[in-house]
Nanobody
Framework: QVQLVESGGGLVQAGGSLRLSCVAS????????MGWYRQAPGKQRELVAA???????NYADSVKGRFTVSRDVAKKTVYLQMNSLKPEDTAVYYC?????????WGQGTQVTVSQ
């Protein structure tokens, strides 16, 4: 069982930045995939950014050019740098990992972007 713990959420004004962190309980290279999802009130959870074990990143169209996902293998940590934040980015952000057929989720961290 892999445990994922997110941190870094908070309240920020539109145009501001936040960096989310996700610390895993074991090597992130043991996971085939890690990513960041978000869920806004009344909406489905959506994939925001992904970083497979091979390292090639991909992003939702709504965050391209503003968000950057990265990892520090030694620290067992995946980051989501969020710049130029918009009110529509407001959501609970979840870190996720996948190993073969098993999915692991963090507890989520709230990001609120004010006008």
């Amino acid at each position: 069982q892999v445990q994922l713990v997110e941190s870094g959420g908070g309240l920020v004004q539109a145009g501001g930045s936040l960096r989310l962190s996700c610390v895993a309980s074991e090597s992130i290279l043991s996971l085939n995939f890690m990513g960041w999802y978000r869920q806004a009130p009344g909406k489905q959870r959506e994939l925001v950014a992904a970083i497979p074990s091979g390292g090639n990143t991909n992003y939702a169209d709504s965050v391209k050019g503003r968000f950057t996902v990265s990892r520090d293998v030694a620290k067992k940590t995946v980051y989501l740098q969020m710049n130029s934040l918009k009110p529509e980015d407001t959501a609970v952000y979840y870190c996720a990992g996948r190993r073969i057929a098993n999915d692991y989720w963090g507890q989520g961290t709230q990001v609120t972007v004010s006008q």
